[in-house]
């Protein structure tokens, strides 16, 4: 069975960076052609994507974002880590990672993690 | 970035009934497109992918298409378990980006 699964904190203050952990079972992120990326959705707004970064190491980030996003793998754990840096009340939101084919779309998502942003 | 303009914004249906969303590119994106169902609380759902190609699992009520950059989802015969809301992506070119989703809800 495939399944991803976000982990982190549900709170940061503003000016924080937040780390969030993506852990990944049933597939691996060493497979050709593989990805996973992350997707936020504010309270009641629309799905935002973020970023993705591919079997090969190859990372695509959202271009406003691109500053303060960093993506990392760990294929020994299966694991994928986003960090975000300076958070901002504006950045509250529920965080999701999906496994992620090029030209294809997102086909497996984890649970998605809340975040909220305040002092 | 390449912009997503979905239509309507909310749609009010009744149970049997063919439901019709549009989504259109500000730029050709081919049929690199997918969509995404999404009920309050869960992730989203890949329905569809490049256009047309229904995801094994995903009833064949549900369909898509694509004339030149415009794309729709059809649902035909709308069930309890449909009313939900609905999200173009492009997957064409980065920034990948989504629709500003169409909420389906219950006449």
């Known amino acids: 069975q495939i399944t991803l699964k976000e982990s982190g904190p549900t709170l940061v203050k503003p000016t924080q960076t937040l780390t969030l952990t993506c852990t990944l079972s049933?597939?691996?992120?060493?497979?050709?052609?593989?990805?996973v990326g992350w997707v936020r959705q504010p309270p009641g707004k629309a799905l935002e994507w973020l970023v993705v970064i591919y079997w090969d190491d190859d990372k695509r980030y959202r271009p406003s974002l691109k500053s303060r996003v960093t993506i990392t793998k760990d294929t020994s754990k299966n694991q994928v880590v986003l960090t975000m840096t300076n958070m901002d009340p504006v950045d509250t939101a529920t965080y999701y990672c999906a496994r992620h084919y090029a030209l294809y779309g997102m086909d497996v998502w984890g649970q998605g993690t809340t975040v909220t942003v305040s002092s | 970035d390449i912009q997503l303009t979905q239509s309507p914004s909310f749609l009010s249906a009744s149970v049997g009934d063919r439901v019709t969303i549009t989504c259109r590119a500000s730029q050709g994106i081919s049929s690199y497109l997918a969509w995404y169902q999404q009920k309050p609380g869960k992730a989203p759902k890949l329905l569809i992918s490049a256009a047309s190609t229904l995801q094994s699992g995903v009833p064949s009520r549900f369909s898509g298409s694509r004339s030149g950059t415009e794309f729709t989802l059809t649902v035909s015969g709308l069930q309890p378990e449909d009313f939900a809301t609905y999200y173009c992506?492009?997957?064409?070119?980065?920034?990948?980006?989504f629709g500003q989703g169409t909420k389906v809800d219950i006449k």
């Open positions: 992506q492009q997957v064409n070119s980065y920034p990948l980006t």
């Open positions: 049933g597939f691996s992120l060493s497979t050709s052609g593989v990805g």
